[in-house]
Structures are given as structure tokens and as C-alpha cells.
């Protein structure tokens, strides 16, 4: 065996040994739909957004959050939203990907039962962990139908759900957000995703992938006057302004440990005399 050969075979080795001894999430490898495919597929009219939900036009509040992440056990905090429901006057909630640790037959039961149990509408996108069965992207489309699109609550706030599951927007996507952004200011907007576009300095891998999408993203915000960009993924909060657009890492609805930070617990914006203020609610 040549000295070039077994340094190759040497190096595979070493990077199996060491793959072999972390807690590797091979979920990612599972082969989906691209995002250009789950794009054009939500804008083929194939797939029913949920509409609009009635609210006082004058006053609402709605939540936001990423991440219930259920596993067989079930355990997660919607309950703990479920109670504020009623003190805090939520008329909805958005859920911004990653429902479930492994996008099982059981645990996608157990979720769905979850958000039907809070007893009030709501809107979903996809996480990365939605598509962590060969069937993952049938699943989330057959129960939530269409990962990106709009949706206008009171003729005031429009909310744009975006498929960032790869961590990757595609052209298509951008085409279908500007044409949604553009509404000469009609709209208080809010942009909500899993993937955030900005994390801070660590962990660089938990933001959207591409450093040109990332700046492009952040153009057609600033630009078309977003209020407001709501990630999850990373189970923690963060908050930035940048260039007067809202950057917000949302919070989890996850019982268990997370990425950095503090972040259990969910977002909530309120609606009234013709304005958008938000407030961090946090589970003890």
C-alpha cells in the first residue's frame, strides 16, 4: 500500500472514530422535496392555506414560538400557553417549525393533539426535524397544507410564513416573498420562519445558510418595511435591531435543555390604536 494510500485510509478512520463518538443527527441526511420543489409546490394552489381568523379589529394579541420538539414521552409546554390563552387575550398562535424530535407516526399524533388542545386557531411552518422521515414533507403538507404563504389578520397585520427547513430560501421563494412585501405599505408586516437570519457571534451554524441569501433577506425587510422577522430553531431568545427591522429568536414550547440562552416560552405582539408592540413571555 502506498504512504499517500494509507494517510487516506488513516484520516477515514480518525473521522469515523470520531463521528462514532458524538451524538450525530443524521436526521439531516434524510432525503426530501428541496426547497425550490416545496416552494412550487405551495404555489401551485395544490395546498389550502388556512385563512384569516376572525378578531376584534381594533385590539388582538397572537403568539409566536418554535419548537414543541416532541418525543415519545410527549412532553412539552403547550399546556402552559393553553393557560395564558384566556389572561393574556390570545386570539391564535404561530408555530415556526421543528413539531417533533424524529417526525414519527406518534409523535406527529401526539403534536397535533397538542395544538388542537389550546382551543384556538393557528398557523404553522416547517423545521428541519419536520423532514426527518423520507415522508416528512407529505406529513406537514397533508396536516398544515402549505409551508410558505400570507395570511392578513383585520385588514392591518399581514403575516408571511417562509420554508426555511434546508436552511435555504431559492430563488423562487425570494420571487414570491418580494411580490408579497410589496404592498406600498398597506400592511404592518411580520415575517415568520424557522431558520433565523441572524443568531449573534455563536453557534454560526444555527442561522440560515447562505451568506448571500442572508444579505438579500435583510435588503427586502429593510426595504419593504418589515416590522418584524420571528425565528425559531435555536432553542433560546434573541432580540436585534437591524436597520429598524425587528430580529427576534422566538423562544420554545421544548421541556428540555437548550442551545444557549434562556428561551422557554413564547413571543407575544398585541394590535391596538393602529399599532405593533410586543412582549417576551417567559415559563419559569
Not at 27 to 35: M, N, S, Y
Not at 109 to 116: A, H, T
Not at 201 to 206: I, N
Not at 252 to 281: C, E, I, N
Amino acid at each position: 500500500m502506498s504512504s499517500s494510500r494509507r494517510r487516506l485510509l488513516v484520516a477515514c478512520s480518525l473521522v469515523f472514530v470520531a463521528l462514532a463518538g458524538c451524538e450525530y443527527d443524521w436526521g439531516q441526511f434524510i432525503a426530501h422535496p428541496t426547497v425550490e420543489d416545496r416552494v412550487r409546490e405551495n404555489l401551485s394552489g395544490r395546498l389550502h392555506a388556512p385563512g384569516p381568523v376572525a378578531v376584534d379589529p381594533d385590539s388582538f394579541s397572537f403568539a409566536m414560538f418554535g419548537d414543541p420538539q416532541v418525543e415519545h414521552d410527549n412532553v412539552n409546554n403547550l399546556g402552559r400557553l393553553k393557560a395564558d390563552v384566556s389572561a393574556k387575550g390570545i386570539a391564535f398562535f404561530c408555530a415556526l417549525g421543528d413539531f417533533t424530535e424524529h417526525s414519527t407516526p406518534d409523535e406527529h399524533d401526539s403534536i397535533v393533539k397538542d395544538f388542537q388542545s389550546v382551543g384556538i386557531p393557528y398557523y404553522a411552518t416547517i423545521g428541519n426535524h419536520d423532514l426527518y422521515q423520507p415522508d416528512g414533507w407529505e406529513w406537514f403538507k397533508t396536516t398544515f397544507g402549505p409551508s410558505c404563504y400570507p395570511v392578513v389578520i383585520a385588514d392591518r397585520v399581514k403575516l408571511i410564513f417562509l420554508d426555511t427547513a434546508d436552511g435555504l430560501l431559492g430563488p423562487t421563494q425570494f420571487d414570491w416573498l418580494e411580490s408579497e412585501l410589496d404592498d406600498g405599505g398597506r400592511y404592518i408586516k411580520i415575517v415568520g420562519t424557522h431558520f433565523p437570519v441572524f443568531d449573534g457571534p455563536e453557534p454560526a451554524m444555527g442561522r440560515t445558510a447562505s451568506t448571500g441569501e442572508r444579505f438579500k433577506l435583510q435588503h427586502l425587510l429593510q426595504k419593504y418595511g418589515v416590522h418584524s422577522i420571528v425565528s425559531g430553531h435555536i432553542h433560546g431568545w434573541r432580540h436585534t435591531v437591524v436597520e429598524g427591522v425587528n430580529h427576534f429568536i422566538c423562544g420554545t414550547m421544548a421541556p428540555g435543555g437548550f442551545d444557549y440562552g434562556s428561551g422557554k416560552g413564547y413571543l407575544l405582539f398585541t394590535f391596538a390604536h393602529d399599532s405593533l408592540s410586543w412582549q417576551r413571555v417567559v415559563f419559569d
